[in-house]
């Protein structure tokens, strides 16, 4: 099994920054990658961004694309999601996800491929 758990949500106003983090533990030998998706009330979840957990090969999605930025420290099972130009549609609950299985690139993108979630941290942007 695997535990993660985010921190480094809160309030910002749009064009501002936010650092969101997630620490895993447990079987963290067992993951392959780790991404964060969000989910707006009346929407559904939302990928984010992911990174391979051997190597270093990002993805992301459309709408965070030269705005955020995914990375990770392996020796602290630590991924970060640096958050800049902020908008208020960006406004979410956050979740930070392990996949532990080979699931491919395509893979990464789909919130069913990941084994283990956090509880969740609201991000809000205000205009």
């Known amino acids: 099994q695997v535990q993660v758990v985010e921190s480094g949500g809160g309030v910002v106003q749009a064009g501002g920054s936010l650092k969101l983090s997630c620490a895993a533990s447990?079987?963290?030998?067992?993951?392959?990658?780790m991404g964060w998706f969000r989910q707006a009330p009346g929407k559904q979840r939302e990928f984010v961004a992911a990174v391979r957990w051997s190597g270093s090969s990002t993805y992301y999605g459309d709408p965070v694309k030269g705005r955020f930025t995914i990375s990770k420290d392996n020796a602290k099972n630590t991924v970060y999601l640096q958050m800049n130009s902020l908008k208020p549609e960006d406004t979410a609950v956050y979740y930070c996800?392990?996949?532990?299985?080979?699931?491919?690139?395509?893979?990464?993108?789909?919130?069913?491929?990941?084994?283990?979630w956090g509880q969740g941290t609201q991000v809000t942007v205000s205009s």
């Open positions: 447990g079987r963290t030998d067992r993951m392959t990658a």
């Open positions: 996800a392990a996949l532990t299985r080979n699931a491919g690139s395509i893979g990464y993108y789909y919130s069913g491929a990941y084994d283990y």
